[in-house]
């Protein structure tokens, strides 16, 4: 069934069609609307804003009906779309209440991309959907595999499916993981760092899908400009639980951490740097 694309004076009949309709798909999943608290985690995902938003993204035809919930996480939900056309995008919606947010917000601050920063939870949901789609153009843009973004509004970001017959690709965790998975890792860490300026700051098992062989990174929220103050400590992250995980499924990795973090960003680390040129200094060159 199509929303309907039709819009009446106030939006108001259109908003409550969309409405009858999300409930259909989150009934039919039997994700939610078991009793009544779990009816205002419903509302909560689409309240009036957020449909109104979904309404304009399919009056674009940036999707044309949403067919089913492919994920339910603490601060997002993300939907299997269909477009006019049958093929099929993701349709990611970040939850306008969610608690996780606040906590997250140090990767935000310091990020000289996003300086004014809208506090209340609106804003603030808004803000990672805009933050996910500009990470994951400019990763897109740098030849990372990631899912092409295609639009967003508000706290609703539309990009490639990643998968088939609205089923997700398996993730890292859930299949084989080889040597070359390994390798690919890195040579895309080093990518998403020297060609996007970015550090992903969420990288893990759960956030890389494998298909056909070939490995596809998302979830990029969290991801924060090389510039972050923090960004360092991220990526040491990043690269800590990406050798714990290939490491438990018994494939080799660099064990020396310092020489991956160098490697990843193509550049010395600061203390070398330091060193670098006290050395340079102390020879008088
Ligand atoms: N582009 C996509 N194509 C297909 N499936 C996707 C896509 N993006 C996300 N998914 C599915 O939705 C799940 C959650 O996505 P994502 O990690 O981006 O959201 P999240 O809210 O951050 O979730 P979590 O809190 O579990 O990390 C993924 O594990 C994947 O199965
Ligand atoms: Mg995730």
Same mark, same amino acid.
């Given at each position: 069934?199509?929303? %309907?694309?039709? @819009?009446?004076?106030?939006?108001?009949e259109?908003?409550?069609?969309?409405?009858? /309709?999300?409930?259909?798909i989150?009934?039919?999943?039997?994700?939610?609307?078991?009793n =009544?608290?779990?009816?205002?985690?419903? +509302? +909560? %995902?689409?309240?009036?804003?957020?449909?109104? !938003?979904?309404?304009?993204?399919?009056?674009a035809d940036?999707?044309?009906?949403l067919?089913?919930?492919?994920?339910s996480?603490k /601060?997002?939900?993300?939907?299997?779309?269909?477009?006019?056309?049958?093929?099929?995008?993701?349709?990611?919606?970040?939850?306008?209440?969610s608690?996780?947010?606040? *906590?997250?917000?140090?990767?935000?601050?310091?990020?000289?991309?996003?300086? *004014?920063?809208? @506090?209340?939870?609106?804003?603030?949901?808004e803000?990672?959907a805009?933050?996910?789609?500009?990470?994951?153009?400019a990763?897109?843009?740098a030849?990372?595999?990631?899912? +092409?973004?295609?639009?967003?509004?508000?706290?609703v970001? %539309?990009?490639?499916?990643?998968?088939?017959?609205? !089923?997700?690709?398996?993730?890292?965790?859930?299949?084989?993981?080889?040597?070359?998975d390994?390798?690919?890792?890195?040579?895309?860490m080093r990518?998403?760092?020297?060609k996007a300026?970015?550090?992903?700051?969420?990288?893990?098992?759960y956030?890389?899908?494998?298909?056909?062989?070939?490995?596809?990174?998302?979830?990029?929220?969290?991801? %924060?400009?090389?510039?972050?103050?923090?960004?360092?400590?991220?990526?040491?992250?990043?690269?800590?639980n990406i050798n714990?995980?290939?490491?438990?499924?018994?494939?080799?990795?660099?064990?020396?951490e310092?020489?991956?973090?160098?490697?990843?960003?193509?550049? *010395?680390?600061k203390? =070398?740097?330091?060193? =670098?040129?006290?050395?340079?200094?102390?020879?008088g060159?």
């Open positions: 069934m199509k929303y %309907v694309r039709e @819009r009446d004076e106030s939006g108001e259109s908003t409550q069609k969309f409405h009858r /309709e999300a409930e259909r989150d009934k039919r999943d039997r994700v939610i609307l078991k =009544e608290e779990e009816r205002s985690v419903f +509302e +909560e %995902v689409f309240d009036r804003k957020t449909l109104m !938003i979904l309404y304009d993204l399919s009056n940036v999707f044309s009906y067919n089913g919930v492919i994920s996480g /601060e997002a939900r993300v939907y299997w779309g269909v477009k006019t056309d049958r093929t099929d995008v993701a349709v990611k919606i970040y939850l306008v209440a608690s996780d947010y606040k *906590k997250r917000l140090q990767y935000i601050v310091g990020d000289p991309r996003f300086d *004014k920063i809208r @506090r209340d939870s609106r804003g603030i949901a803000l990672w805009r933050k996910e789609f500009i990470n994951l153009k990763a897109f843009s030849g990372v595999p990631v899912p +092409e973004p295609f639009a967003f509004q508000g706290n970001v %539309v990009m490639q499916f990643i998968g088939k017959d609205g !089923i997700p690709a398996p993730r890292l965790i859930d299949v084989k993981a080889t040597r070359s390994y390798i690919e890792v890195i040579k895309a990518l998403i760092y020297q300026g970015l550090v992903h700051s969420d990288l893990s098992e956030n890389i899908m494998k298909l056909e062989g070939s490995l596809i990174f998302f979830d990029f929220g969290s991801a %924060v400009s090389t510039e972050h103050p923090a960004s360092e400590e991220f990526l040491r992250r990043d690269i800590s714990k995980f290939f490491q438990k499924r018994g494939i080799r990795t660099e064990e020396d310092e020489k991956l973090l160098t490697r990843i960003r193509g550049r *010395k680390s203390s =070398e740097d330091e060193n =670098e040129e006290n050395q340079t200094r102390e020879v060159a």
